[in-house]
């Protein structure tokens, strides 16, 4: 989300001056009284709201995770905000099951990339969408059963229609169980209204804009439009956010889901990173190095 926080458009609005990068991977340099579950030397990921940009980074105790040797830096700085956001929107929100359709907007992004190898995890039909053919390629390598293009820019009405009719026949003709929207803008009521009956509606970000969307058709299709606000979740219920985590460190392990770092830029550079996110050039993470 670091875009939008930077742009004021996300939930929490960091007082200035601050440092984006809701999170990062390294060793553990120094802990407070009462830490517990890490150490100094410990290989770690941890996570946060901001200041990840930055050579160390401060993190509540309960928000760093112990990784594995094997586990490259630049995966772990990827893993846990995609992941976890995607694990809890798929299996608490819309609690998704085996045979159901999935439809991801913004599917070849961090959480979308991360959406489509979850999905597939927990069985589902995944159809991916994206804006061009090479993140189409890219998506589909990461499993998707289908891949849909869809255009760039605002959506006439016609357009929108289209994108609607094509999202309903590559998810099987009723539409799709389950739409994972993280783009927003003018792509959210045309999915709204491909979903199946009784279909669920993930929101979970929204960098084309906040998108309008007409609450009769929640009575046409009696589909429920649901929030995906990890953060909180992670904080409220920190018990059940830690056996999502226990979860995923065990698919990882076992191959089903790998953190997609197709660029890296050195910290310095990080300028050029959020360029290539904001303009929507960046397939899966981006991750900044630091030394």
Avoid at 106 to 129: Q, R, S
Avoid at 158 to 168: C, H, R, V
Avoid at 198 to 210: C, D, K, Q
Avoid at 250 to 266: C, D, H, L, S
Wanted: hydrophobic share 40%; charged share 25%; net charge neutral.
């Amino acid at each position: 989300p670091d875009t939008l926080i930077i742009r004021d458009l996300y939930q929490f609005k960091p007082e200035r001056p601050f440092a984006p990068g809701g999170e990062v991977a390294g060793v553990v340099d120094a802990i407070g009284d009462g830490v517990k579950n890490v150490k100094p030397g410990d290989r770690v990921l941890a996570g946060g709201i901001n200041g990840g940009f930055s050579t160390h980074f401060i993190a509540r105790a309960e928000q760093v995770n112990k990784i594995r040797d094997a586990m490259p830096f630049e995966e772990a700085a990827a893993f846990m905000l995609t992941y976890g956001t995607s694990h809890y929107a798929l299996k608490d929100r819309a609690k998704i099951k085996p045979g159901e359709s999935l439809f991801i907007l913004g599917a070849a992004g961090g959480v979308g990339a991360a959406a489509i190898e979850l999905g597939k995890a927990m069985g589902a039909k995944v159809v991916a969408g994206v804006s061009s053919e090479d993140k189409a390629a890219f998506c589909k390598e990461l499993g998707a059963d289908e891949a849909l293009v869809y255009p760039k820019g605002a959506l006439d009405r016609d357009a929108q229609k289209t994108l609607s009719n094509e999202i309903k026949r590559l998810c099987g003709g009723e539409g799709a169980d389950v739409i994972y929207d993280a783009v927003g803008g003018d792509y959210a009521e045309p999915s709204v209204r491909a979903l199946a009956w009784e279909g669920r509606y993930l929101v979970v970000g929204f960098p084309a804009g906040i998108p309008r969307i007409p609450l009769n058709l929640t009575l046409l299709k009696g589909c429920q439009i649901m929030g995906v606000f990890w953060g909180a979740f992670t904080m409220r219920d920190p018990k059940r956010n830690a056996e999502h985590v226990a979860e995923l460190f065990k698919w990882y392990t076992e191959g089903k889901i790998r953190p997609q770092v197709t660029a890296t830029f050195p910290l310095e550079k990080a300028g050029d990173a959020l360029k290539m996110i904001e303009e929507r050039k960046a397939k899966g993470k981006v991750v900044l190095t630091v030394g």
